[in-house]
Every structure is written in C-alpha cells, then in structure tokens.
C-alpha cells in the first residue's frame, strides 16, 4: 500500500468518524500530541488536544449531523507530513477543507483540519482516490 | 534565531508580500515546486505553482488592495514542516488563515495557504509574535 493511499484511508476513517458520529474514532484519528488545531468554519481557531477534541465531541453529540459527501480528495505528501485537500458537499452548501496529517507510530494521524465555504468544485475529480483505493 | 522565530519572519514576508502588492517577494515566498495549493476566501482551492501564483498576480494586482493587519500569530513545528495559525483583520471583516511551510534551501517556504472567513478572534494574543520577534 503506497503512502498516498494510507492517506486517503485516515482521511476517509476521518470523514467516516464524522458521519458516524464516532467520538472513539474521532479521538483516535488526531495525533496524540497537544499541538494540533482546528478551524471549523465560522469558528475561531482551536489550538490543543482538549479543546479540538471538546469541539469534535460537540459537533458529534448534535442529533442534527447533517448528511454530506467527502469528494475530489487530492494528497501531497512533504516527508512526513501530508496535505489532503477535498470537498465536503452537503445537500445546500459547500466546504472545502484541508486536512494535514503526520505520521505516529507508523500511521497517518490529523494535525490540522480547517474547513470553509466555497463554490461547489468546477471539476470533480475523484480519479486519484479511486485509483488508490482500487 | 529559532526556528520559530525563522517561521514569523517568513509569515510576516508573505503578508508584507502582500500588503506592498510585490508579486517578486511574495513568488519567492512559495516553495519552487509543483505540489504548492492556495485556498482563497470563496475561492475554489488552486493547486500547481501555476494557478497559485497566478492567482496571486491577479489579487496583488488589483487596485483595491484592501488594508488589513495580522494578529494572533502562533507556530507549530512538525520536524520538517510549520504550520501558523493567524488572523488578517480587515476593516470590516476579519479571515483566519493558515499558512504551511517547509524548508527549502535552508530558508521556511510556504506550500499552502487557507483563508476564510472568522469571527474577530476572541483573545488576540500576539504575545509570542512579540516575545520571538524582540
């Protein structure tokens, strides 16, 4: 299994968390250090282990989790951090967010998620991932 | 000079960069590759040295250049890589950002930038900018 594709599986466990509301998963998916942050949109920035992981369990406890889909992932990798860039499309709006991870006890682990309003993607290109993932 | 000290004085170029319209600075500021990604406010991300800097030519180039200041500055150092986490705060409006950077000839480069848009932070600390820059 190539690098690239580690990747899009933590982003995809990422994501899967989310609409699972799986605070466990959630947990485990960040690394396990206080100097990671978050930037959910509309929000300020969050910066350490307990406020990231406080705002995650908020947004997860919601019984109002709205149904979105993750598409156009696109990863490059700097040594050993990575940056995936994909669209998070719900049924009205939607956000494109960067996700940074970096690698912990051999696996990828988020460091840094920041999501924001953007235009739906001019091209949705979902080719990188289905070739990695086939 | 620490490292972070480094990372802040390469933030502070890009937003010097910026606020001065110098398309030469702020080219430079990015990393001299491919795998570089540009996220504006309400912009669809742009990835590729191409579109990013194009991208800035096109805002540097604007005769409304719109006066901002930065706050709030913080740094993290994940062995090769940084991430600074800041606020741009404009007249009306306020955007937080995220700029990423690696090292590149010895010299911190930026290879992703996000911004969007923010409440005015709730706490402006810009007490390590301060205590790292004196």
Redesign the interface.
């Known amino acids: 299994m190539t690098e690239k594709i580690k990747i899009l599986f933590a982003n995809d466990a990422f994501y899967l968390a989310f609409q699972n509301s799986d605070i466990g998963a959630m947990t485990n998916l960040w690394a396990n250090r206080d ?1 990671i ?1 978050c ?1 959910h ?5 969050l ?1 350490g282990r307990d406020l990231v992981l406080t705002s995650w369990e908020e947004i997860l406890s919601s019984k109002n989790t709205p149904n979105f889909e993750v598409r156009g992932a ?1 990863v ?1 990798i ?4 990575a ?1 995936v ?1 994909c669209y998070e499309v719900f049924e009205k709006i939607c956000l ?1 967010a ?1 996700n ?1 991870f ?1 690698t912990e006890n051999n696996e990828w682990r988020i ?2 998620h ?1 999501s ?4 739906p ?2 091209i949705i290109d979902d080719t990188e991932a289905i070739k990695t993932l086939q």
Not at 41 to 45: A, E, I, K, S, V
């Open positions: 100097d942050s930037i949109p509309g929000w300020n920035h910066s696109s490059n700097y040594k050993n951090t940056i860039i494109v960067t940074t970096i460091i840094h920041q924001s309003a953007s235009p993607p001019e």
